[in-house]
């Protein structure tokens, strides 16, 4: 069955520090990889996608993420966090052998302190 | 560009009532996606739609839920009885079909049973 892991269920960090959150997923052919960012009283967003081709994908806000297919990882990244990033990130992947069917990870809540 | 709509925003009923969702996506998306969010996870993928057809609802507990997309555009999910354990966030998403599609959220409905 598909399945994404998101390994850390809250992080708390001080603005200016660096951000990694991990996401690893079943393997199960070709995928499509996604972050979603759910802020706080808002609906799910699209931080950045990944389907072919380079696998460091750059999205909004100064958000990054990696795609290692060796280890089935998609890992989010961001040099400096602010405040404003608060929120909780949302790990997902659909199988191109599997109709798009979107599977999210248990999320990751982000804290930053001014 | 409007999004996606869901109504209504909370709902609070008694266990063993019934209860339905309304959800309007983003016209010409032909994926429809129902999630359930229980508070402290990620989504669960409840039915997916393509068009006016079923694509997976092999999460979706047929005993008590149901969901319909009669004219390919907007959907209902209904809950027949409710039970407490169906307290959760109930999303729709929609996206263009094929592709790397970019699912989009509605703000979801808030199901409280008590």
């Known amino acids: 069955a598909q399945s994404v892991s998101q390994h850390n269920h809250h992080v708390i960090l001080s603005e200016a520090a660096s951000l990694e959150l991990g996401c690893n997923y079943s393997?199960?052919?070709?995928?499509?990889l996604f972050w979603y960012v759910q802020y706080p009283g808002q609906h799910l967003q699209l931080l950045l996608k990944y389907f072919s081709g380079d696998p460091l994908v750059k999205g909004i806000k100064g958000f990054e993420a990696e795609f290692i297919k060796s280890k089935f990882s998609f890992n989010l990244r961001k040099p400096s966090v602010q405040w404003s990033d608060t929120a909780e990130y949302f790990c997902?992947?659909?199988?191109?052998?599997?109709?798009?069917?979107?599977?999210f990870g248990g999320g990751t809540r982000l804290m930053v302190k001014p | 560009e409007a999004g996606v709509a869901q109504s209504p925003r909370y709902k609070i009923i008694e266990k063993r009532q019934s209860v339905a969702f309304w959800c309007n996506p983003i016209s010409g998306h032909a994926t429809l996606y129902w999630y359930q969010q229980i508070l402290g996870q990620g989504p669960k993928l409840l039915i997916q739609?393509?068009?006016?057809?079923?694509?997976?609802d092999s999460q979706l507990p047929k005993d008590r839920f149901s969901a319909e997309r009669l004219k390919g555009v907007d959907s209902t999910l209904k809950i027949q009885p409710a039970k407490l354990e169906d307290s959760a966030v109930y999303l729709c998403a929609s996206s263009l079909a094929g592709g790397a599609p970019e699912a989009f959220f509605g703000q979801g409905t808030r199901l409280t049973v008590v």
């Open positions: 997902a992947v659909t199988y191109n052998n599997a109709g798009n069917m979107l599977t």
């Open positions: 739609f393509q068009n006016n057809g079923v694509v997976d």
């Open positions: 393997y199960g052919g070709t995928v499509n």
